[in-house]
């Protein structure tokens, strides 16, 4: 699973430079780290046989922002978040996949959405997949990118007004 990760971060080059960061690996365990921003960084690993994204501030203590048994998921999720950084730093519309409010029941076909003790649980019923963190939205967005590849997902978010299934928040 390291190498996976690190062909993932490889592959995220692009999009870790175009939103300003950084990434460097860890040589005690393996993690890579994204460049500080502000008191917070976010950081990717292999745990329990997982794919972390996890968060670290100065005022909280450290927390999974994203779990996944894949790292295409993983990948998916890092370049939405870097593309949505990128966006933000040009002061282009946020992307939404379904209209605010982003509630739990705008889940796309063929996934569900539900609480597991701190955690909300997305589930695949094709697949049985299941993908963690503690931001409902994330994941009701997520469920609707999930199926593109990381390249679709990449000119989509990067166009100045979004590509379906985006849309920008105005």
Partial sequence: MQQQLDELMARTGDIIAK???TASKSDSDGSW??????????HVLVRDGLFVVGQVDRNNPEYDVFTSEYARDTELFIVFWLCSSWRSQRRLPKLLT?????????????FSLERDGSAWVLREAATGAERRTSNASGL???????NM???EL?????????????????
């Fill in 19 to 21: 939103a300003g960061h």
């Fill in 33 to 42: 780290y994204f460049a500080p921003s502000g008191d917070n960084y976010r």
């Fill in 98 to 110: 379904v209209p605010v409010p982003v509630t739990i029941d705008k889940v796309a076909p063929g």
């Fill in 140 to 146: 009701v967005h997520f469920s609707h990118y999930v």
């Fill in 149 to 151: 590849s990381p390249e």
């Fill in 154 to 170: 990449r000119e989509a978010c990067l166009a100045p007004g979004g590509k379906p299934p985006f849309f920008p928040l105005t």
